[in-house]
């Protein structure tokens, strides 16, 4: 038996793929009809990339390496799905927070690249679109496989992002000093206890991390879409919730 409340419930769904709950409130505007409409812009950071709704009353902060395979689940079959639809509704606005480390990590410069490669979209207003065509075709996390110029074949799939403009701003990091303050960003997320990062992807909701004992509920699309609903229909009682002290009982060291 899971002790904690229903958010305990709902992130211990991601394990047993219990259903999600609630239903959409009522809102007078209109939905986006794709996401070629979702706004887009730099925060005042200078670092976060904020999309959607800026007035949605759930605030998802999203960490993601390019080169990270648990992130490309996340986007191509998890619950990124949802949270675009959550968007497009204009219930949430996503910020992400762009990290780099796998290049230290595993070898290579495809990671920074990346990121630069998304800034450089941001500024067509493509971030949206290059973000999901990145995390489509990526590719395997041991090779370096996002070059200058895999990056400039894969925004050929994104109507009207390629340019003098843009394509030069790959080819010469344009952009390196963003990479570095994202990463370097990162790393401050993780606080005191994970200095080098919170791990990716991580998701922080309306100002609270899912924990990483309940990561999984990112990757089922139905549990973490109705996490986003039961939040909104009661986000006091979120904000009140630890979700740290949720235990087990058949776990005798929780």
Known sequence: ?????RWAVLCAAA??????CGHRPGDARPDFTGRQELPEKLGEDGVTILVGEPDADLRVQLYEDPRCPYC??????????ELETAMLERRVRTEYTLASFLDDRVGGSGSEK??????????????????KVLFDHQPEESVDGYTDAYLLELAGRVDGL????????????????????????????????????????????????????FNGVLFDGKTFAGLLRAIQQDPDEWDATDLDAIRFDDDPDR
């Open 114 to 131: 990346a990121v630069n490669a998304l800034r450089a979209a941001l500024d067509e207003d493509k971030f949206v679109e290059y973000h």
């Open 72 to 81: 490309a689940t996340f986007e191509t079959t998890g619950g990124a799905s």
């Open 15 to 20: 394990v047993m793929v219990l259903a999600g």
């Open 162 to 213: 390629r340019g003098p403009d843009f394509d030069t701003a790959v080819k010469s990091m344009k952009y390196r000093s963003f990479v570095a303050a994202s990463q370097k960003a990162y790393e401050r997320a993780g606080g005191k206890a994970e200095p080098t990062g919170p791990g990716t992807p991580t998701a922080v909701i309306n100002g609270k991390r899912i924990p990483s004992d």
């Open 1 to 5: 038996m899971v002790r904690g409340g």
